[in-house]
C-alpha cells in the first residue's frame, strides 16, 4: 500500500510537469561529485532545464477570468492550485505527503483489527504487546499470539485413518509477536514524521517573505546582489520563480547540498536579468503588476549611479518670432536653459 503513492508521484514527476523531476534531482547529485571542469556544463545545463519548465508554465492567459483567478490566487495561494499559477508541483507534493498520512494510519488500523484490539475500546497493539513483554505477562491472560493450540492429527491404522485432537506448540507466534510490534512503530514513526513535514513545509513556501529570504541567501553569498537590489530579487522570486521554481531550489539544496544549489540560483539570476527582466510571468499582456511598476533609481545595478534627470519644465519654446536662420542648413525651435549638472 505504501507504494501507492510513489507511483501517483512518479506518474506525475514523469507525464505532469514537463520534465523528469528525478533526473533534475539525479543531475545536481552528479554535479556535486563531479570534477570541477566538468561541474560547470553539469550545473548550466541543470539551470537551463529549470528556466525551460518555468518559462512553459508562466501565465499567459487574459480576461475578466484569469484576473479573478489571480486575485483568488494572491489570497491563498497554497489552497488554489494551477499549472499556471507556479504551485501545482507543490501543492501535489503535499497532496501526496497527505496520502502517506493516511496510508500509515490505515496499516495500523489493519494492525490492530487483524490482532483483535479495538482502538475506541483504549487497545493499542504496539503499546500493550510492549507493556505485556515488560511486565512479563504470559500469553493465556492476554490471548495475543498464543504459544499452544488444538490441532487436529491424523494417525492411520490398519482399519482406516483416525483423526486424533492433540494439543500443538506455536513457537513461530513468538517471532510473529516481535515482527507485529516493530511494524506498528514503524508505521507510527512514519505518521510522525510526515506529519511533522507538513507544516514545516508550509512555513518554507506560504510565506513571501521566507521564499524571498531563502534565495537572498544565496544571492548574497555569491555577492550577486545588495540590498539595493531588493525590488530586483523580489520579482526574480514571485514573478519568474514562483512556488515550484523554489520548491525544486530547496529540494536541490536537501538532496544535493547548499553549494550545488546556490550556482544553480547564480545561473538562474544571470538568465533572469539578461532574458527574462522586463516580462511579468503572473499577468497577460496590457496588465500590470505592482512588482513592476519600478523606477529606473530602483535599479542601480542596470543603470549608471553618475546621471543627471532633466525636467521637462526645463525645456522651453522660444517666443514666437520667425526662427533665425542658421548656417548648419536647420532652425533652432527650442532652447535649453543653462543649468549644473
Not at 304 to 323: D, F
Amino acid at each position: 500500500m505504501f507504494l501507492i503513492p510513489r507511483i501517483i508521484w512518479q506518474i506525475i514527476c514523469y507525464n505532469q510537469t514537463g520534465t523528469d523531476l528525478y533526473h533534475l534531482i539525479s543531475l545536481a547529485n552528479q554535479a556535486s561529485h563531479a570534477k570541477p571542469d566538468k561541474k560547470g556544463d553539469l550545473v548550466k545545463n541543470l539551470a537551463k532545464s529549470i528556466e525551460q519548465l518555468l518559462y512553459h508554465t508562466r501565465e499567459i492567459k487574459t480576461g475578466k477570468a484569469a484576473h479573478l483567478r489571480r486575485k483568488i490566487f494572491k489570497c491563498c495561494p497554497i489552497f488554489y492550485m494551477g499549472k499556471r499559477l507556479g504551485n501545482r508541483l507543490f501543492s501535489i507534493y503535499l497532496l501526496i505527503k497527505l496520502l502517506y498520512i493516511l496510508n500509515a494510519v490505515g496499516q495500523v488500523y489493519l494492525l490492530e483489527s487483524f490482532i483483535g484490539l479495538n482502538f475506541l475500546d483504549g487497545g493499542v497493539l504496539g503499546v500493550t504487546l510492549t507493556k505485556n513483554m515488560i511486565d512479563g505477562k504470559n500469553w493465556q491472560s492476554t490471548l495475543n499470539f498464543p504459544r499452544v493450540g488444538f490441532c487436529v492429527v491424523p494417525i492411520r491404522h490398519l482399519a482406516g485413518q483416525v483423526y486424533v485432537t492433540a494439543q500443538c506448540a506455536l513457537p513461530v507466534n513468538m517471532l510473529n509477536e516481535r515482527i507485529y510490534v516493530f511494524l506498528w512503530y514503524w508505521f507510527l514513526l512514519g505518521a510522525v514524521i510526515t506529519i511533522a513535514s507538513v507544516p514545516l513545509w508550509f512555513f518554507r513556501m506560504a510565506h513571501r517573505r521566507t521564499r524571498t529570504r531563502f534565495i537572498k541567501h544565496y544571492l548574497r553569498l555569491d555577492e550577486l546582489s545588495s540590498r539595493k537590489d531588493n525590488l530586483m530579487v523580489k520579482k526574480f522570486c514571485r514573478q519568474f520563480l514562483r512556488h515550484d521554481g523554489i520548491f525544486l531550489l530547496r529540494m536541490m539544496a536537501i538532496n544535493a547540498g547548499s553549494t550545488i544549489c546556490g550556482q544553480v540560483v547564480e545561473e538562474l539570476w544571470v538568465i533572469y536579468k539578461t532574458k527574462y527582466f522586463n516580462r511579468d510571468f503572473n499577468h497577460g499582456n496590457g496588465e500590470e503588476s505592482e512588482e513592476s511598476e519600478a523606477s529606473a533609481a530602483d535599479f542601480p545595478s542596470l543603470v549608471g549611479r553618475n546621471h543627471a534627470t532633466i525636467q521637462l519644465e526645463q525645456i522651453t519654446p522660444k517666443p514666437s518670432a520667425p526662427p533665425p536662420s542658421s548656417s548648419s542648413g536647420y532652425s533652432e525651435d527650442f532652447e535649453l536653459k543653462k543649468m549644473a549638472i
